[in-house]
């Protein structure tokens, strides 16, 4: 079971020292009034150079104005990829939030922007191959999860249910167009990266500009959640996605910690 370390473990000062030459700039997307969690991040995040970015809080949007308005459109959606109600205000919040990041990445000039929810933890022994993890990308890569769930470990039930879905997608019969079953779980790519599979989670991810202005356009106006929208683009082959292995970071676990402030992708 992976172990949950804070600022003083060796490998954390190491990765965190990599990323501040690496990185562009690392923006942390954190409700304003999550204050409690913001003074765990400063802690468990001390070295790492982050700025963080004030999330657009729920509490702020109303539906309507935003259909109103041209902001959100749940309509473009896929069915594979479709909530099975209206698309709840703080995953439209998170949505906004994450491609204000890219907004700012483009604007800026940057090339490397490394984005956080402000639930991130390093995860042993992950972190200490993150490093390692971003020198292996291609000068082609567009995405790269550092942290992220599902499909972690490829079974071979997996496989043969993958099988099943590349044989059925032609004859329709599956919810996954041909190229998305296919793409569905990850691959071996170097020692320490995976070509991207469905991975989900959106709380520890390195994007390039290119990456960027795909994925503002893609999602203006708003129709998926931040982590859909990563995993329809890759699926989709879209983006040259890929994912560190093993995870470098991981998120709260909020029952733990008690604390009285959900997860901000929760925060519906």
């Known amino acids: 079971m992976p172990t949950v370390p804070d600022a003083s473990s060796l490998a954390v000062p190491a990765a965190f020292e990599f990323l501040n030459g690496w990185a562009d700039r690392m923006l942390v997307v954190s409700l304003r009034r999550a204050t409690e969690r913001r003074a765990r991040l400063a802690a468990r995040l001390a070295g790492l150079r982050h700025e963080l970015l004030d999330a657009v809080d729920k509490a702020e949007l109303d539906r309507d104005r935003l259909v109103r308005e041209g902001t959100y459109d749940e309509r473009r959606t896929r069915p594979a990829y479709r909530f099975r109600e209206d698309m709840r205000l703080g995953?439209?919040?998170?949505?906004?939030?994450?491609?204000?990041?890219?907004?700012?990445?483009i604007a800026a000039g940057w090339e490397r922007l490394v984005v956080f929810e402000d639930d991130v933890v390093p995860r042993e022994p992950g972190i200490a191959a993150v490093p390692e993890a971003l020198r292996q990308l291609p000068p082609t890569w567009e995405l790269c999860y550092l942290g992220y769930s599902m499909n972690e470990v490829?079974?071979?039930?997996?496989?043969?249910?993958q099988a099943a879905y590349v044989a059925l997608a032609p004859l329709g019969l599956s919810r996954w167009r041909p190229g998305e079953a296919r793409r569905l779980l990850p691959y071996p790519f170097s020692p320490n990266l995976r070509r991207a599979g469905r991975h989900m989670c959106a709380h520890a991810y390195a994007v390039t500009r290119e990456a960027a202005r795909k994925l503002v356009a893609a999602n203006t106006p708003i129709a998926y959640s931040a982590d859909q929208l990563l995993t329809r683009m890759v699926l989709e082959g879209r983006l040259e996605a890929?994912?560190?292995?093993?995870?470098?970071?991981?998120?709260?676990?909020?029952?733990?910690?008690?604390?009285p402030l959900p997860s901000y992708i929760s925060q519906d």
């Open 242 to 259: 890929y994912v560190a292995e093993p995870i470098g970071f991981d998120q709260e676990r909020m029952d733990a910690l008690a604390s």
């Open 91 to 105: 995953a439209i919040g998170a949505a906004l939030s994450h491609r204000s990041a890219y907004e700012r990445m």
């Open 154 to 161: 490829v079974t071979a039930g997996a496989r043969l249910k």
